[in-house]
């Protein structure tokens, strides 16, 4: 599975954005699907899961409520919907497949697919 995210870009605080994540090469529907961010000299971390079939999200507590997941099994396409972004919000997002499709974990080695990046900055 391949996985090619986009939509990153330069916004202001207070601002939104939207990420997506397409899937091609291999089986979509099955897998869950996982956002996270790094900042340069800083490991990467945990940002939001989506199951298999969108029924059950999670989110990590520095974005719940303002970043929202989801996802269209028909086009094989998962989104990050960002609102009320911040300055620290400020990272290279990147999407994820997870052989674990019912309940998505938070933890980085579960995952076996890996988008390249998309690099997110507010100012200030």
């Known amino acids: 599975v391949q996985l090619q995210a986009s939509g990153g870009g330069l916004v202001q605080a207070g601002g939104s954005l939207r990420l997506s994540c397409v899937a091609s090469?291999?089986?979509?529907?099955?897998?869950?699907m996982g956002w996270f961010r790094q900042v340069p000299g800083k490991e990467r971390e945990f940002v939001g899961t989506?199951?298999?079939?969108?029924?059950?999200?999670s989110y990590a507590d520095s974005v719940k409520g303002r970043f929202a997941i989801s996802r269209d099994n028909t086009d094989f396409t998962v989104s990050l919907e960002m609102y009320s972004l911040k300055p620290e919000d400020t990272a290279v997002y990147y999407c994820?497949?997870?052989?674990?499709?019912?309940?998505?974990?938070?933890?980085?080695?579960?995952?076996?697919?890996w988008g390249q990046g998309t690099l997110v900055t507010v100012s200030s």
């Open positions: 090469g291999g089986t979509f529907v099955g897998y869950g």
């Open positions: 989506i199951s298999w079939n969108g029924a059950t999200t």
């Open positions: 994820a497949a997870t052989r674990y499709g019912v309940a998505p974990t938070m933890n980085l080695v579960d995952y076996d697919y």
